[in-house]
């Protein structure tokens, strides 16, 4: 505060004064440059390891020493290396950026997608399955209930009003479609669901937050004509009415998305204590003009 009251009571021209302070301002404010740490780059990842259900081993964690430096930065990368080591390491992907959803495991006790997450700092990284689903092998689990269940709400656009399949384009307005963002980014890597005890203890009748996201998605498309069905498919006590809005769901999303919020606002629509806004333009608005996909 001296300091800076020197500045300002001295005889130099105003101009002086503010380059000086500036000067003083800029000097004080450098952080004084630390040298770089240099990080052990050797890391020991434990791997579980299974061999399936006609396998007479018992499920166990196995250690490979990896040295980071030598791979790429994401846990799928060194999940990659691992495999050069050790062939018979069995694990799913296929993108490498976040997109197919294939490559969901639990990292060190949460569920991410292994392509698009860095490998932590930890000198131990633990590695296993997605949680509470059949293990098929090592890190594969069975996806087969997941994925009957998410056809069950019928994914896709149902229309009563259509022009021809395939040649006419649906119109959206675009406040309609931004009801969608935030829902439609979903790969369906079941990290969500996993996640989730009600869908861990009631896995068979809880449709889960993945399917849940997918249903408020349709029902809330302004294209889509099959709400009230939809709705009425939902109005169970356990199909959606099971999620307690813990939100694990929404933590474990490595996509940044919310389906415990989806949810919340899909409950009020079965219940009917939201309805569904009406399109803001007619979807066939195009359909008899001539402008074709
Ligand atoms: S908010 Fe609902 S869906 Fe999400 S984890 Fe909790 S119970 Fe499961
Ligand atoms: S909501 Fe997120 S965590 Fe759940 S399936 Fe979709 S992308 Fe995966
Ligand atoms: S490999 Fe496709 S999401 Fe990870």
Not at 32 to 55: A, E, M
Not at 189 to 198: F, G, L
Request: one cysteine or more; a positive charge.
């Amino acid at each position: 505060m001296n300091n800076f009251r020197k500045l300002l009571f001295t005889k130099k021209t105003p101009r002086a004064r503010i380059i000086e302070f500036c000067e003083y301002s800029t000097e004080k404010k450098v952080a004084p440059v630390q040298p770089k740490q240099p990080v052990d780059p050797r890391r020991v990842f434990k791997v579980y390891r299974f061999g399936g259900v006609l396998s007479k081993e018992q499920p166990k964690l196995v250690s490979y020493d990896l040295d980071v430096s030598k791979c790429g930065r994401m846990v799928l990368d060194a999940l990659i290396k691992i495999k050069d080591m050790d062939p018979t390491l069995v694990f799913r992907r296929s993108c490498r950026e976040g997109i197919c959803g294939s490559c969901a495991v639990n990292l060190q006790g949460n569920n991410c997608l292994a392509c698009i997450t860095a490998i932590p700092p930890d000198k131990v990284i633990t590695i296993h399955p997605i949680p509470h689903m059949y293990v098929i092998r090592d890190l594969v689990v069975d996806m087969n209930h997941f994925f009957d269940v998410y056809d069950s709400i019928r994914p896709y656009l149902i229309r009563r009003n259509q022009g021809p399949l395939g040649r006419y384009q649906y119109a959206q307005s675009i406040n309609d479609n931004s009801k969608l963002v935030g829902l439609y980014e979903c790969v369906l890597c079941s990290c969500c669901a996993t996640a989730c005890p009600s869908y861990w203890w009631n896995g068979r009748r809880f449709m889960g937050p993945a399917t849940l996201l997918h249903a408020y998605r349709w029902i809330i498309d302004s294209r889509d004509e099959d709400t009230e069905q939809r709705l009425y498919e939902l109005r169970d006590d356990f199909k959606a009415f099971r999620c307690h809005t813990i939100l694990n769901c929404t933590l474990a999303c490595p996509k940044g998305l919310h389906p415990g919020l989806a949810i919340a606002k899909l409950k009020r629509l079965i219940s009917g204590l939201d309805k569904k806004p009406p399109s803001e333009i007619d979807a066939m608005k195009f359909s008899g003009t001539g402008s074709k996909c």
